[in-house]
């Protein structure tokens, strides 16, 4: 007598459909796959797509904002940010009110984007705090127009020369020669 062979190892007998059904496609055809439709997608049966009626809109708020009331909300998040020292010395340089949009005035582009990674929180705690929902904050680099930088001698005796004429006559008097 033969061993008999584990369950898992035999082979599977095919299930015998009723005749008043229809018989099922094959098992090596390929299944056919439905897409989903989006507007029924993680929908349970009986729900429906349409927006709860119960939802509360509510208003903007508009309180008026004054300097005084800004330079307190803007020095409550400064404290906020006092651990960040390059984000305290931001939120340390002067801005200025005009009407719900306040402009701080940046010093190089490293400021400018160190603000725009601070907007989000600053603006959504001076909303809170000054309950004005209309308050946008933005930055203006500031152009420092300063004279170039001084380098030879020549350059040095044309910039005093500039602040005082009688450079020239000394220059001169003496016979200096700035370019030796």
Known sequence: ??????????????????????????????????????????????????PEKNIEVTEMRSEPVTEANLQLAWQAFAEKRRAYYAEYQLLQQPFELNGTEVTLQLLNTVQENLLNELLSDLTLHLRQ????????????????????????????????????????????????????
Not at 28 to 49: M, V, Y
Not at 144 to 163: G, H, M, Q, S
Request: hydrophobic letters at 30%; zero cysteines.
């Open 1 to 50: 007598m033969a061993p008999e062979a584990p369950a898992h190892l035999l082979p599977v007998k095919p299930e015998t459909t009723p005749t008043n059904q229809p018989a099922t496609k094959p098992s090596g055809a390929p299944k056919r796959l439905r897409t989903p439709r989006l507007n029924t997608l993680g929908l349970q049966t009986g729900e429906s797509l349409q």
């Open 129 to 180: 705090y000054l309950k004005n929902d209309s308050i946008r904050v933005q930055g203006k680099l500031k152009i420092d127009n300063t004279a170039p930088v001084i380098y030879t001698n020549r350059e040095k005796l044309n910039y005093l020369a500039e602040k005082n004429h009688l450079v020239h006559n000394l220059i001169k008097t003496l016979g200096l020669d700035p370019d030796f």
